[in-house]
Every structure is written in C-alpha cells, then in structure tokens.
C-alpha cells in the first residue's frame, strides 16, 4: 500500500486520496487535526481496505461495489463518516477467558456476592425450579429456626405495649360517636337504607348534591334520602364511605332482631379506617334481656373461637357468627390497608353493636399483627370473664377505650364477678362542683368495673340494677345521642393522663416514663 505523497497533485496510479471515499472521509471531517499521524494512520488503513480489493482491481471499480461498510447518512444528502459507523455485532461472540474483565475489585465482590438474576430478578418469570430454589437458598440464609411461627409477641396489664397506654384524642372520640349515631338513628328515616350506593363518593361531591336537593324533592339520585346524607356529613369534614354489608342471623329475612350491619368509612385527617358495627334496632336499646341481677346467668357462656379458646356470652358470640360478616369485611379491609398503608383501623360501636365491634377487634389484630388495631365503644356491656379480659390485653397491637356515661346501666351487665369489662375506662360524669353544672372526662387505665357512681360499690351497684329496670334516666344516658351531646358540648374538657397514677414513676433516658408494678 503506497502512502500519499507530501507534493499535492503528484500521486500514483493506486494513491488512496483520489478514491471517492476518502474524499467522502476527509470532507466529513474538515476539523481533524492533520498532525495526529495516528489518527491519519487510522483512516487511511480503513480507507485503503475498503478501496482496494484482493484481486488488484481499480479503486473507481472497489469503490463502485456495493459494501456492507458504506458511509451511513444520518441526515438527507449528509453522509457520515466510516469512524462513526457503529459496527454490526456478530452472531457468535467470543467466550472471555477471565470472569471479570476490566473490573474493580469492589465490583468484582459484588458481582460474586450478587445472587443469580434468573432466580431473583425482578423480570424473571416464575417457574417452579426457581420458586424451589430461592426458597432452599432463603431458607439456608435465614437466621430462624423451626417453629418460630408457634410464637408472637404478647403483652399485659402490668407491662403493654407503648401503642396500648395511648390515650385517644377528643375529636377522634367525637366522630367515632357520630357514626355509631348515624348508625343507630338512619332507620327512623330511611329503614333499609344502603349505604353501599354512596360508596367512594367524595365529600365534596355529597355536599353538591345535598345542596341541590329540596324538602319536596328529599330524594338524592331518587334513592338517597337527604337527611341521612345530611348527618353523614356531620360525622367529619373528610369522611367517605368505602364499604356497607348488611346480614341476618336467620332464614326469615323479615325478622328484625337478626339482622346485623357493618359500615366501613376512611377520614383522611384521622388517617383512619373506621369499622362501624351495628346489631338491630332492638337488640341496640336493650343489649341484654335477663333478669341478670345478683349473678343469674340467663344465656350461658361459650368458646369463642378454636383460636381463641375464652368463654364469652353466647348471646354475643352466636350472632357475630350467624353470618359471614367477618370474612367480607375483612376481606375489604384487606383491600383498603393496601391502598392506604398508613392508616390506622378502628372498630366502633354503640350498645349491642360495641360488643361486636369489640369481638371483631381482637380477632382481627390476633390475625394482623402488623395492624395498628383501636376499638372506640359506647355503652358496651361485659363480654367474658377474666380469661377474657387477658387475652385481649395480650395482643400488643390491640388498644380498646370504652366511654360509659354516668348512669348507664348496661355497662354494668351482665352482674356477677364471673363477668368482666376489658381496656380502658373513659367515664363521663357530671361535674357540679363550686355550683357550676359541668361535664367531666376520667380516663381509668385497665379499669375493672368501677361504676362511676360517686357513692361506693354496693350503691352504686343497687342504683345500676334500679336504673336497669326502667328508668328514664337510665335509658337517656344509654342512648348514643347522649354520648354525642355530652363531648360535643364539653368544649375543651379532656383528660391528659389516667386519673390515679400514684408517683411519677422512674425516668430513664430522654426523660423516658416507666412506672413500677
């Protein structure tokens, strides 16, 4: 191969700079320095194979030939370079000796530490070769031993959980007692009211369509009636309806005290999902029909669960299992704790509906350990005994806070010292002190059935069983409107800590609380 001369216009017959492609080639480039004798060596040994051929043939014929290496135009009438032309990867690629080529040693640790990508790649497609062998290699990684399932964390009384001693807000309470009075009072407006068709709709969209409804026209979307809207709208400035399940307990759908309901709503302000359960309208007035006085024991107890194996009234436990009502809420609450994973659930409930409210509450925390679980009742009566009363305050993630007014009597039965209440104790009273009429909040921690009577046990005891046998008064205060008013109308009364904790406990670090048993 001859190089081009150093006088211009004196060249051989086989010169490489007359050939069309290296004119093609410098005129692409007007920018590369003529110094770099590499780089010219480059182009001109690129230029010089493709122009001239193995049998001697004339550059203006190479040229000619069609080649896979031709200059490649980019742009219309702008050929580019034969430098820039990417080079076409063969079929069959060389194996490389060494397994890290050109790598760091940092990279080369990682690379060998990293696990296959056919087994744990996110692309991967499962099969079952692979399912079986990430799991070996999990279980060969894995610090756990077996049997570790068989064991949970639990707590008690003298030593829970952090998220167990956590006193409720006051607007929480106050919302969670307008839905349990949304709950009880929608049928004395609309009986078979279906909450399900306001599903997902938003708050705002709700405030529209009342707003255009009319006392003549009461009918929203002609089956929403506005006066239940209206109240919906009272609980909270955020709250949605996600989910409304309605069951009964027997074949005969038009008996009224089978049937059950269980209402799901969301408020983003609270971040919570609230669980509202309600059992018939008469089973909500009167939770408990017995003769109950001095320990009789009308409806006995039974095992509530094969899981968990604790005596409860079977007057509670025969209709929360009559129907499918856990498997379908659940089975939403599922869906909703997906979609808003840092939401709390809070199982609520007014008389009747606050012992199922309670019930669902453990099961459902036993069973979602990961769950932050609350359970806001009103008026609840006793569930279990004291086994009872144990599990429910061995589940860590389980807190339950029941509000009782002053003189309901319900919260007190059934009587006996086989029955107990469980969680925490928010007694509301009248404050009448310095002659100014008032209301009062008292949180009990882990209370055990201290009446809210201001006279001692026994008289308390006997004004509870007078109060059960028809009085007006008893049946004021065990009404949900009454929880309403009274927390609505205390303006700031709220409680900062249970009432009779003695000393100040042992600080620790941070100033960190912890109270002696």
Not at 247 to 259: L, N, P, Q, V
Not at 316 to 330: D, I, N, P, Q
Request: proline residues 5%.
């Amino acid at each position: 191969m001859k190089t081009p001369a150093k006088t211009p216009g004196k060249t051989t017959d086989r010169s490489i700079m007359n050939t069309p492609v290296s004119r093609d080639l410098f005129r692409a480039n007007p920018a590369a320095p003529m110094g770099d004798s590499k780089l010219m060596n480059i182009q001109l040994t690129q230029t010089a194979s493709m122009s001239i051929s193995e049998g001697g043939s004339s550059p203006q014929e190479s040229c000619v030939m069609p080649s896979a290496k031709q200059p490649v135009e980019t742009k219309k009438g702008e050929p580019t370079s034969l430098l820039s032309t990417p080079k076409t990867k063969s079929k069959k690629q060389k194996i490389r000796k060494t397994p890290f080529p050109k790598m760091s040693g940092r990279k080369k640790l990682k690379r060998a530490l990293t696990p296959p990508r056919n087994t744990f790649g996110s692309h991967a497609k499962p099969t079952r070769a692979s399912s079986a062998a990430a799991a070996t290699l999990l279980n060969a990684m894995s610090t756990s031993y077996d049997g570790v399932n068989d064991f949970r964390l639990t707590s008690t009384e003298q030593d829970p959980a952090s998220f167990q001693v956590e006193l409720p807000a006051k607007k929480e309470m106050l919302v969670h007692s307008r839905i349990c009075a949304l709950m009880d009072g929608y049928t004395a407006i609309h009986r078979d009211f279906n909450f399900a068709m306001l599903s997902g709709v938003s708050h705002l969209t709700l405030e529209k369509e009342y707003g255009r409804s009319t006392e003549d026209k009461p009918m929203i979307a002609g089956s929403c009636h506005r006066d239940v809207v209206q109240k919906l709208l009272a609980c909270a400035d955020d709250i949605v309806v996600e989910g409304f399940f309605r069951e009964y307990t027997e074949e005969e759908k038009d008996m009224e005290s089978t049937r059950v309901e269980v209402c799901i709503f969301s408020s983003e302000s609270l971040r919570q999902i609230i669980v509202c359960f309600r059992g018939s309208t008469s089973n909500q007035a009167k939770p408990l029909r017995s003769n109950t006085l001095f320990g009789k024991k009308v409806s006995g107890s039974c095992i509530l669960h094969e899981e968990q194996g604790v005596h409860i009234l079977d007057a509670f436990r025969s209709v929360y299992f009559g129907t499918s009502l856990e498997t379908t809420a659940f089975a939403l609450l599922a869906n909703l704790a997906a979609r808003k994973p840092f939401f709390d659930i809070v199982m609520t409930g007014h008389s009747f509906g606050a012992a199922m409210a309670t019930i669902a509450s453990l099961r459902y925390a036993s069973s979602n350990s990961q769950m932050r679980v609350s359970c806001h009742v009103f008026g609840s009566p006793r569930i279990g005994g004291e086994e009872w009363r144990q599990l429910v305050h061995s589940v860590p993630n389980l807190r339950i806070c029941r509000a009782e007014n002053s003189s309901d009597p319900y919260v007190l039965m059934p009587s006996g010292n086989e029955w107990v209440q469980c969680g925490h104790a928010i007694q509301i009273c009248d404050d009448v002190s310095d002659g100014n009429a008032g209301i009062q909040f008292k949180a009990r921690r882990f209370d055990r059935d201290q009446p809210a009577f201001t006279h001692n046990n026994l008289l308390g005891f006997v004004q509870a069983k007078v109060l059960s046998q028809g009085s007006a008064q008893g049946k004021v205060d065990h009404e949900i409107q009454s929880y309403v008013e009274k927390i609505a109308s205390s303006g700031e009364q709220w409680f900062a800590d249970f009432c009779e904790v003695k000393g100040e406990g042992v600080s620790g670090d941070n100033n960190e609380r912890r109270l002696l048993a």
